[in-house]
């Protein structure tokens, strides 16, 4: 049953990557890739992350893709009519990247066997379980991306305002 | 067995949400027209009550327009992906106890999930995809403003109504819907909104913000009709434009019955338990008649509200979302987070 669900959700998550890197009209490919984040949040369901699924839809489909999309309907943006042309920054760095990735897969699909991961334990995946870890083992680390969003938080209101004094 | 219980729910559910749609169609024109002192639709059977059926039968034969310049695909879908995600948030309602029927324990709501609260925000907040791409792919201006407008709104009231929410799971210290519910029994006032969580003001910010995520008067902006014809479903026609209808209308069930659930005691009748018969089919349809009546009560609401305030101007609503709500939530979370830290409030 499990593997069902995560053999479709991964043919769909290749699908709309590839629909997100292909398609010419920014709209698509913008619905495509919150399509995409919604089904990453279905296999994070399928491994018994409950809450960090929820969360996934809330915050990345539910509300990042949606502005992303006002964005791109405030700009009115057309369909691109042609491909741009790759420079030679990308012909370089793309086939690295590529491979990089690939290799980085590989050795993670070569040395993982289904015993090398622990047993989930009780209440995996239930927002009590992800409190206690963030709060009590991460609290500082917890403590220091707040700080950084807050940071970045002002730091975009200050250039945004920096013309009107 | 526990699929076939399941699946009873979720076909009762789904039926009954939809029998309450037309009926709150009638509801809405017979209300709106005796508050402002005409009959309303008064022909199609006794006080017109067939009226959704005629409805119903018009929207089925109406001519599907589809405009020339149309994004095909997502004009098609985005009155699909309004009805999904409405239906999909109210899996999470508990609308009655924990029942027995033939030895077998049936709680009486569909998804008991741990993080129940998150996924009706998650449902909701794809809920705006069909308002956008509804609005974008009309290819009008008059639509394409109304989903501007709607993306807008929606996103800068999910914040206020998320905070207020917050400040009830701090109190009851649990995300799972019927859990809430059942911490709120006994007399009314151990209700969130009275002595359970002094949550009134939260109660406030969660209506408000409600009326705006469900786009209906005073926030109707993005289909402001003085404005913008319809808004984003100008362009729709026959069954399409139903499906928009349908999906408002659900989603202000939903958002009452999330309400209702947080801080209004869910089914609970909201009498000292004492006084209550031993459990069994009375108690347990009174809960039920209970929570349904609690229900119409915010859907009269809704209307009510509807023909008596005016719209909003659009920086009002800004300002009313980002200077008003926003600030009073946060201050009741804060006022909230305190009084659970010294154990004064909570379950």
Redesign the interface.
Known sequence: MELIAFFVLALLLVASALVVITNRNPVTCAVALAFNLVAIAGVYMVLDAQFIGLLQVIVYAGAIMVLILFVIMLLNLREEEKPHPAGTFQRVLAPAASLLFAVVIGRALFLSAPSSFPEKADGFGTAASIGNELFMRFYYPFEAISLLLVVAMIGAVLLAKRDVS | MEILINFVKIVTVFSLLMLCVSIMTWVERRLSAIIQYRLGPNRVGPWGLLQPIADGVKFIQKQDIIPAEA?KL?YVLAPALAVVPALCAFAVIPFGPTVEIFGTKVPFVILD???GL??A??A???G??AL??A??SSNSKFS?IG??RS??Q??SY?LPMALSVASVVLVSGT?RPTQIVEQQAGSFLHWNIFGGGFQLLGFILFTVAGYAETNRTPFDLPEAEGELVAGYHTEYSGMRFAAFFMAEYINMMTSSALGITLFLGGWQLGLPTRWLPEPGWVLWGAQILAFVLKMAFFQFLYVWVRWTLPRFRYDQLMNLGWKGLLPLSLANLAVTAILVAYDLVGH
């Open positions: 994004h997502f999930l741990d993080g998150l996924w925000f998650a909701t907040g794809l705006v995809y956008v791409l609005g974008w394409l989903g501007l993306s807008a929606m996103i999910e995300l």
